[in-house]
């Protein structure tokens, strides 16, 4: 009885700590601990960029606003490139409008493919693994360049593949992979396409109700706060799987009137050459802000990964003061919500299939 009365304050005690704490460098700045910073923890998020640093000379947390703000006004900061869903895990809020918003599909070329290495290959020199978490993303364009290479891979005929491994200006042709001005061929943008319209359409079905039920629930169904957060999440997923079956099909249509027409491919020239990136954009997420699939990384690798994005923002110019270095917002420790339904189905509407034996065409 004694636990059952406790139980209540402990998980709001362990949420409101494990939801707040952030990673920042030690004073010699050799590795990363935890931390509370009281007063700006308070501050909620909106849109913009990340503008909080910690500056190792002074060892402080340093945060410069993100507008100019009058008296009275509440102060905002950007947590970072959080999908909806790392934001309902681990912060316990729903962001309408997310710029960032994603959906996590997982895609892997099967060992049982009889092209196997010499897809592995291919795609090894373009820096990319042969099994991996990719994202279907709320922008125009859905995908990013590095899916759109492993794609390209995944589609490719055998013939094609020895052009990207021994054929004249194979080096060339492995860092236009992630340029959709480039195609392989156009019978190779037709398979991709037609490939992730199904992806996308399959994780589609995998939700119990549809969009306009999740709107009625939303309008209607008199919810508490979490179940119309899971709701809101579930409902938001699946208007991005739509909006990526659409953008996939109309891609699909595009290139096989390209086909039918006989257009030519369009040639390469080496001064409109686009280095394809070796990690993409939802997966350069800052220092505090790792990706979820980091968990299950072991954790010397997870210190060299840390080090990694502290260096990849530092020198992309997020932070370009002297003895600084970034540092996000909230860590990636689980929120513990108050309502077990509402967490379960924040688990169900986030389940995807990810047999890589259903991904071969």
């Not at 994603?102 to 010499?118: E, F, N, T, W």
């Not at 373009?126 to 279907?136: D, K, M, N, R, W």
């Not at 109309?250 to 027409?261: A, H, I, T, V």
């Not at 050459?273 to 790792?290: G, Y």
Request: hydrophobic share 35%.
């Amino acid at each position: 009885t004694f636990v059952n009365l406790c139980f209540p304050g402990c998980r709001w005690a362990v949420s409101s700590v494990m939801t707040r704490q952030n990673q920042i460098p030690t004073e010699d700045g050799s590795r990363v601990t935890l931390a509370l910073i009281p007063l700006w923890d308070m501050c909620n998020h909106t849109n913009g960029l990340i503008t909080t640093g910690y500056n190792l000379e002074d060892d402080r947390c340093e945060c410069v606003a993100l507008q100019e703000f009058k008296a009275g006004e509440q102060i905002y900061i950007f947590y970072g490139t959080r999908s909806n869903a790392e934001f309902v895990i681990h912060n316990g809020f729903f962001f309408e409008n997310n710029a960032h918003d994603r959906v996590k599909i997982k895609l892997g070329v099967s060992k049982s493919d009889r092209l196997y290495a010499m897809k592995a290959e291919v795609l090894a020199r373009a820096g990319i693994p042969t099994s991996s978490v990719f994202a279907l993303h709320v922008t125009e364009s859905p995908i990013s360049a590095q899916l759109l290479a492993f794609l390209r891979v995944f589609c490719m005929s055998e013939e094609e593949l020895k052009e990207h491994l021994i054929g004249e200006h194979a080096i060339d042709k492995i860092f236009t992979l992630g340029n959709s001005e480039f195609p392989v061929s156009w019978d190779n943008e037709i398979k991709l396409w037609t490939f992730l319209e199904a992806r996308a359409s399959l994780l589609l079905k995998t939700y119990r109700t549809t969009v306009e039920e999740d709107k009625h629930l939303l309008e209607h169904g008199n919810l508490s706060l979490h179940a119309a957060m899971a709701v809101k999440l579930r409902l938001v997923e699946k208007e991005i799987l739509e909006k990526a079956v659409k953008s996939t099909s109309d891609s699909r249509k595009l290139y096989s009137k390209r086909l039918e027409d006989g257009d030519p491919l369009p040639k390469y020239e080496e001064s409109n050459i686009a280095f394809l990136e070796n990690t993409s954009s939802d997966s350069k997420l800052p220092l505090v802000l790792r990706n979820l699939d980091e968990e299950d990384m072991d954790p010397a690798e997870l210190k060299i990964q840390e080090a990694l994005t502290i260096s990849e923002f530092t020198e992309n110019g997020y932070i370009n003061r002297k003895d600084s270095l970034l540092n996000g917002t909230k860590s990636e420790s689980a929120t513990v919500l108050p309502e077990e339904e509402a967490t379960k189905d924040a688990k169900e509407i986030s389940a995807e299939c990810t047999d890589e034996s259903k991904v071969q065409l």
